[in-house]
T-cell receptor, first 111, second 118 residues
Protein backbone atom coordinates (compact mmCIF):
# COMPACT_ATOMS: atom_id res chain seq x y z
CA UNK A 1 0.00 0.00 0.00
CA UNK A 2 1.89 3.03 -1.31
CA UNK A 3 0.59 5.95 0.74
CA UNK A 4 2.98 8.47 -0.85
CA UNK A 5 3.42 8.32 -4.60
CA UNK A 6 5.83 9.97 -6.96
CA UNK A 7 4.63 8.91 -10.37
CA UNK A 8 7.49 10.36 -12.39
CA UNK A 9 10.65 8.34 -11.91
CA UNK A 10 12.70 10.89 -13.80
CA UNK A 11 12.64 14.49 -15.00
CA UNK A 12 15.02 16.36 -17.27
CA UNK A 13 15.18 20.18 -17.26
CA UNK A 14 17.45 22.77 -18.81
CA UNK A 15 19.62 24.91 -16.60
CA UNK A 16 17.86 28.15 -15.64
CA UNK A 17 14.37 26.77 -16.21
CA UNK A 18 11.86 25.67 -13.60
CA UNK A 19 11.80 22.12 -12.24
CA UNK A 20 8.47 20.87 -10.94
CA UNK A 21 8.40 17.63 -8.97
CA UNK A 22 5.07 16.14 -8.00
CA UNK A 23 3.84 13.98 -5.16
CA UNK A 24 0.45 12.48 -4.28
CA UNK A 25 -0.69 10.95 -1.02
CA UNK A 26 -3.65 8.91 0.10
CA UNK A 27 -3.63 9.14 3.91
CA UNK A 28 -5.70 12.05 5.26
CA UNK A 29 -3.96 11.71 8.62
CA UNK A 30 -0.71 13.15 7.28
CA UNK A 31 -0.29 16.66 8.69
CA UNK A 32 3.11 17.69 7.43
CA UNK A 33 5.16 17.03 4.34
CA UNK A 34 8.85 17.25 3.53
CA UNK A 35 11.14 17.07 0.54
CA UNK A 36 14.54 15.43 0.70
CA UNK A 37 17.33 15.44 -1.84
CA UNK A 38 19.70 12.52 -2.29
CA UNK A 39 22.99 12.25 -4.13
CA UNK A 40 24.46 8.82 -5.01
CA UNK A 41 26.23 7.07 -2.12
CA UNK A 42 24.97 9.68 0.37
CA UNK A 43 22.03 9.86 2.74
CA UNK A 44 18.97 11.99 2.01
CA UNK A 45 19.25 15.62 3.10
CA UNK A 46 16.31 17.73 4.18
CA UNK A 47 15.26 20.50 1.80
CA UNK A 48 11.96 22.05 2.80
CA UNK A 49 8.77 21.21 4.67
CA UNK A 50 5.17 22.35 4.80
CA UNK A 51 2.46 21.99 7.40
CA UNK A 52 -1.00 20.88 6.33
CA UNK A 53 -2.42 24.21 7.52
CA UNK A 54 -0.47 26.05 4.84
CA UNK A 55 -0.62 25.90 1.07
CA UNK A 56 2.81 27.30 0.27
CA UNK A 57 6.27 27.50 1.77
CA UNK A 58 9.24 29.15 0.16
CA UNK A 59 12.96 28.96 0.87
CA UNK A 60 15.22 30.60 -1.66
CA UNK A 61 14.96 28.81 -5.00
CA UNK A 62 12.71 26.11 -3.50
CA UNK A 63 8.94 26.42 -3.07
CA UNK A 64 6.57 23.71 -1.95
CA UNK A 65 2.86 23.91 -2.75
CA UNK A 66 0.21 21.84 -1.00
CA UNK A 67 -3.28 21.14 -2.31
CA UNK A 68 -5.04 19.29 0.50
CA UNK A 69 -8.29 18.72 -1.35
CA UNK A 70 -6.40 16.98 -4.16
CA UNK A 71 -3.93 15.32 -1.74
CA UNK A 72 -1.15 16.65 -3.91
CA UNK A 73 2.04 18.56 -3.34
CA UNK A 74 4.74 19.84 -5.60
CA UNK A 75 8.27 21.15 -5.31
CA UNK A 76 9.32 23.99 -7.58
CA UNK A 77 12.97 24.78 -8.13
CA UNK A 78 13.71 27.98 -9.97
CA UNK A 79 16.10 28.61 -11.51
CA UNK A 80 17.35 25.05 -11.81
CA UNK A 81 21.10 24.52 -11.54
CA UNK A 82 23.29 21.56 -12.52
CA UNK A 83 24.02 20.94 -8.82
CA UNK A 84 20.32 20.28 -8.31
CA UNK A 85 20.67 17.01 -10.23
CA UNK A 86 19.77 14.36 -7.66
CA UNK A 87 16.94 12.09 -6.55
CA UNK A 88 14.16 13.98 -4.76
CA UNK A 89 11.99 12.19 -2.23
CA UNK A 90 8.65 13.39 -0.99
CA UNK A 91 7.86 12.36 2.60
CA UNK A 92 4.82 12.69 4.85
CA UNK A 93 4.35 12.53 8.59
CA UNK A 94 1.60 12.68 11.18
CA UNK A 95 0.03 10.52 13.86
CA UNK A 96 3.45 9.27 14.89
CA UNK A 97 7.04 10.32 14.44
CA UNK A 98 8.06 8.24 11.46
CA UNK A 99 8.06 9.57 7.90
CA UNK A 100 6.56 7.76 4.93
CA UNK A 101 8.54 8.25 1.74
CA UNK A 102 7.69 8.16 -1.94
CA UNK A 103 9.79 6.24 -4.45
CA UNK A 104 11.71 9.30 -5.61
CA UNK A 105 12.16 11.31 -8.80
CA UNK A 106 15.55 11.53 -10.50
CA UNK A 107 16.06 15.13 -11.59
CA UNK A 108 18.65 15.88 -14.24
CA UNK A 109 19.48 19.51 -14.94
CA UNK A 110 21.21 19.86 -18.27
CA UNK A 111 23.50 22.62 -19.42
CA UNK B 1 29.83 18.41 15.12
CA UNK B 2 29.38 15.06 13.44
CA UNK B 3 26.03 14.24 11.97
CA UNK B 4 24.48 10.78 12.01
CA UNK B 5 27.30 8.26 11.83
CA UNK B 6 26.77 4.85 10.32
CA UNK B 7 29.21 1.98 10.07
CA UNK B 8 30.24 0.02 8.27
CA UNK B 9 29.59 1.88 5.02
CA UNK B 10 29.88 -1.35 3.09
CA UNK B 11 29.36 -4.88 4.35
CA UNK B 12 29.60 -8.12 2.42
CA UNK B 13 28.14 -11.28 3.87
CA UNK B 14 27.53 -14.79 2.59
CA UNK B 15 24.09 -16.33 2.83
CA UNK B 16 23.41 -17.55 6.35
CA UNK B 17 25.81 -15.17 8.09
CA UNK B 18 24.84 -12.35 10.41
CA UNK B 19 25.00 -8.64 9.61
CA UNK B 20 25.27 -5.91 12.24
CA UNK B 21 24.84 -2.29 11.28
CA UNK B 22 25.59 0.49 13.73
CA UNK B 23 24.25 4.01 14.00
CA UNK B 24 25.24 6.87 16.28
CA UNK B 25 22.64 9.66 16.21
CA UNK B 26 23.42 13.34 16.03
CA UNK B 27 24.44 14.95 19.29
CA UNK B 28 21.33 15.88 21.21
CA UNK B 29 19.11 13.49 19.28
CA UNK B 30 17.47 10.68 21.19
CA UNK B 31 15.14 9.28 18.51
CA UNK B 32 16.53 6.82 15.97
CA UNK B 33 14.90 5.44 12.83
CA UNK B 34 16.02 2.74 10.44
CA UNK B 35 15.00 2.73 6.77
CA UNK B 36 15.83 0.33 3.98
CA UNK B 37 16.22 1.16 0.31
CA UNK B 38 16.04 -1.77 -2.05
CA UNK B 39 17.40 -1.33 -5.58
CA UNK B 40 15.16 0.91 -7.69
CA UNK B 41 12.84 1.57 -4.75
CA UNK B 42 12.19 4.30 -2.23
CA UNK B 43 12.95 4.41 1.45
CA UNK B 44 10.93 1.95 3.48
CA UNK B 45 10.47 2.51 7.21
CA UNK B 46 11.64 -0.35 9.39
CA UNK B 47 11.77 0.69 13.05
CA UNK B 48 11.73 3.70 15.38
CA UNK B 49 13.54 3.58 18.70
CA UNK B 50 14.27 5.75 21.68
CA UNK B 51 16.86 4.87 24.30
CA UNK B 52 16.14 1.32 25.52
CA UNK B 53 12.70 1.31 23.89
CA UNK B 54 11.28 0.18 20.58
CA UNK B 55 8.49 2.63 19.79
CA UNK B 56 7.33 1.42 16.37
CA UNK B 57 8.55 -1.71 14.61
CA UNK B 58 5.71 -1.97 12.13
CA UNK B 59 8.13 -2.06 9.17
CA UNK B 60 10.41 -4.75 10.48
CA UNK B 61 10.27 -8.20 8.87
CA UNK B 62 8.86 -10.66 11.37
CA UNK B 63 11.88 -12.95 11.34
CA UNK B 64 15.65 -12.54 11.37
CA UNK B 65 15.62 -8.76 11.90
CA UNK B 66 16.04 -7.00 15.24
CA UNK B 67 17.03 -3.56 16.44
CA UNK B 68 18.16 -2.04 19.68
CA UNK B 69 19.19 1.33 21.03
CA UNK B 70 20.89 0.73 24.38
CA UNK B 71 21.37 3.26 27.13
CA UNK B 72 25.02 3.55 26.16
CA UNK B 73 26.40 3.16 22.65
CA UNK B 74 24.99 3.17 19.15
CA UNK B 75 21.79 1.76 17.80
CA UNK B 76 22.26 -1.62 16.13
CA UNK B 77 20.26 -3.23 13.36
CA UNK B 78 20.90 -6.95 13.33
CA UNK B 79 20.05 -9.30 10.50
CA UNK B 80 20.48 -12.99 11.20
CA UNK B 81 20.92 -15.68 8.54
CA UNK B 82 21.06 -13.17 5.71
CA UNK B 83 19.59 -13.98 2.30
CA UNK B 84 20.25 -12.36 -1.07
CA UNK B 85 17.02 -10.38 -0.79
CA UNK B 86 18.48 -8.54 2.20
CA UNK B 87 20.97 -6.80 -0.09
CA UNK B 88 20.09 -3.13 0.18
CA UNK B 89 21.16 0.23 1.53
CA UNK B 90 20.19 0.66 5.17
CA UNK B 91 19.81 4.22 6.35
CA UNK B 92 19.67 5.43 9.90
CA UNK B 93 18.13 8.75 10.83
CA UNK B 94 17.74 10.66 14.06
CA UNK B 95 15.64 13.48 15.43
CA UNK B 96 15.47 15.52 18.59
CA UNK B 97 12.62 15.56 21.10
CA UNK B 98 12.03 19.24 20.26
CA UNK B 99 11.81 18.36 16.60
CA UNK B 100 9.20 15.76 17.35
CA UNK B 101 7.07 18.21 19.30
CA UNK B 102 7.45 21.11 16.85
CA UNK B 103 4.92 19.74 14.42
CA UNK B 104 7.26 18.74 11.60
CA UNK B 105 9.62 15.98 12.60
CA UNK B 106 12.67 16.53 10.41
CA UNK B 107 14.85 13.46 10.28
CA UNK B 108 18.59 13.80 9.75
CA UNK B 109 20.01 10.86 7.83
CA UNK B 110 23.34 9.14 7.87
CA UNK B 111 25.20 8.17 4.70
CA UNK B 112 23.89 4.62 4.88
CA UNK B 113 25.31 1.11 5.10
CA UNK B 114 25.27 -0.90 1.92
CA UNK B 115 24.82 -4.62 2.56
CA UNK B 116 25.68 -7.10 -0.15
CA UNK B 117 24.78 -10.74 0.35
CA UNK B 118 26.67 -13.19 -1.84
Amino acid sequence: DQQVKQNSPSLSVQEGRISILNCDYTNSMFDYFLWYKKYPAEGPTFLISISSIKDKNEDGRFTVFLNKSAKHLSLHIVPSQPGDSAVYFCAAGGGGNKLTFGTGTQLKVEL
Amino acid sequence: NAGVMQNPRHLVRRRGQEARLRCSPMKGHSHVYWYRQLPEEGLKFMVYLQKENIIDESGMPKERFSAEFPKEGPSILRIQQVVRGDSAAYFCASSSPSGVSSGANVLTFGAGSRLTVL
